[in-house]
């Protein structure tokens, strides 16, 4: 079977034959004439191109495509596409080059030229060339009419200043799009709490905080911003203030109830309230029966109860959401059980259960983005993937948290 870049080579030369052919029989109508010795050189040149493509030689193919397509009107979107596919093939430079080229000839209208300029920014940045990508994007959007053209842009900009975490740049490039384009007030979101995370590192905390309540304007679902509003919260010993942000996860995202465990548990202990923080997780498991929710009870129970109150608070809860990981935990109560009963080593069977548990859980995938599928042990709010904010989240179910 053809791999993708070779099917996208073949694309590529049918519309360069059909431009060859179409600019050939235009000139003999116009002319009149039959078909001059150069345009029988083009014909050759190009069978040998795809002579070259059939023999599964692209860089030949492409090499031989360039040299025969002379650029004008009608050939200039074939020149781009041929640009596109070096660059997705990894030779920006190439691509650098034709759309270059092409920006040399000055009978192009203002669109296309606009056009060449767009692709030669995204060729700038394949290269990590960034001062030359945005500046080409900056003089697009200062002098360019064309709305999906500036929207193009735009957004080329903004991943620009993303990846070079200049965060207010990007603020500003995209605030003006909110209204058309809702979905982009998540990663501004993000970018506040980017923003916020700086400010509390530099002991300016007032400024973190109204950063974080402007991410949750933005996007009131940003589990991130309400996080981070906690912990600010719990730094200055306003435990029930945190506790109460902590509770508004729940409605913003039911999969991160896991995530805001621990700082939830913190927060009811520094104010020495334990039977605040039991009664939270019985309200917590009537919106989802998580495992890490069901552990945390039984650890709690454990504590206070002993391990045979622990395995029958466990063991009930696990009948009705199973999982690997409560299973894990409900094998190691029932092993603590055994011990305290006098037993001098547990039951095989027991351990041998316990083997299977542990391994299985090991090599268990904890956190993966809903939108590509990266699977990552520690939570991150930016998927390295597809580079999408607030995306990953822990995994639930039965071999999940």
């Known amino acids: ?165 200049a965060w207010h740049q990007a603020l500003e490039v995209i605030q003006p799009l909110f209204k058309q384009h809702p979905k982009l007030r998540r990663p501004a979101a993000h970018w506040l709490c980017e923003l916020a995370i700086e400010e509390i590192s530099e002991a300016s905390r007032a400024l973190a905080k109204k950063h974080l309540k402007k991410a949750l304007q933005l996007d009131e679902s940003c589990v991130r911003a309400t996080l981070l509003l906690a912990e600010l919260e719990m730094d200055n010993g306003h435990y029930g203030r945190a506790i109460g942000r902590l509770d508004n996860v729940p409605r913003q995202e039911l999969a991160h109830i896991p995530t805001m465990l621990p700082a939830l548990k913190n927060a009811y202990l520094r104010r020495n309230d334990e039977a605040g923080f039991e009664a939270h997780l019985y309200r917590l498991l009537e919106q989802a029966p998580y495992t890490s929710i069901i552990i945390a009870l039984g650890q709690l129970v454990h504590q206070r109860d002993g391990v045979d109150k622990a395995i029958e608070l466990v063991g009930e809860r696990l009948r009705a959401a199973p999982s690997l990981g409560g299973l894990d935990y409900l094998i190691d109560l029932y092993i603590e059980s055994q011990r305290l009963n006098g037993k001098s080593s547990p039951d095989t069977r027991l351990l041998l259960l316990k083997h299977h548990t542990d391994a299985l859980l090991l090599n268990r995938t904890r956190h993966r983005c809903r939108h590509c599928g990266f699977a990552s042990d520690a939570l991150q709010w930016q998927c390295p993937s597809c580079r999408y904010w607030g995306t990953i989240k822990p995994v639930i179910g039965v071999e999940g948290e």
């Open 1 to 165: 079977m053809l791999d993708v870049a070779l099917l996208s080579v073949l694309l590529v030369a049918i519309a360069i034959g059909y431009g060859l052919g179409y600019h050939q029989a235009g000139r003999r109508r116009h002319r009149s004439q039959p078909p001059s010795a150069p345009s029988q050189a083009l014909s050759r040149d190009y069978f040998v191109g795809l002579n070259y493509l059939l023999n599964e030689q692209p860089d030949e193919a492409i090499n031989t495509f360039i040299n025969v397509l002379a650029v004008n009107s009608d050939t200039v979107d074939t020149h781009i596409a041929l640009g596109k596919l070096f660059r997705a093939r990894g030779e920006a430079d190439k691509a650098v080059s034709i759309h270059q080229n092409l920006l040399a000839r000055p009978a192009l209208s203002q669109h296309t030229n606009e056009q060449i300029q767009l692709e030669l920014a995204r060729d700038f940045m394949a290269l990590g060339v960034h001062d030359r990508a945005q500046r080409l994007l900056n003089t697009l959007l200062e002098h360019s009419s064309n709305d999906e053209l500036r929207y193009a842009a735009k957004q080329l900009l903004v991943d620009l200043l993303e990846r070079e975490k």
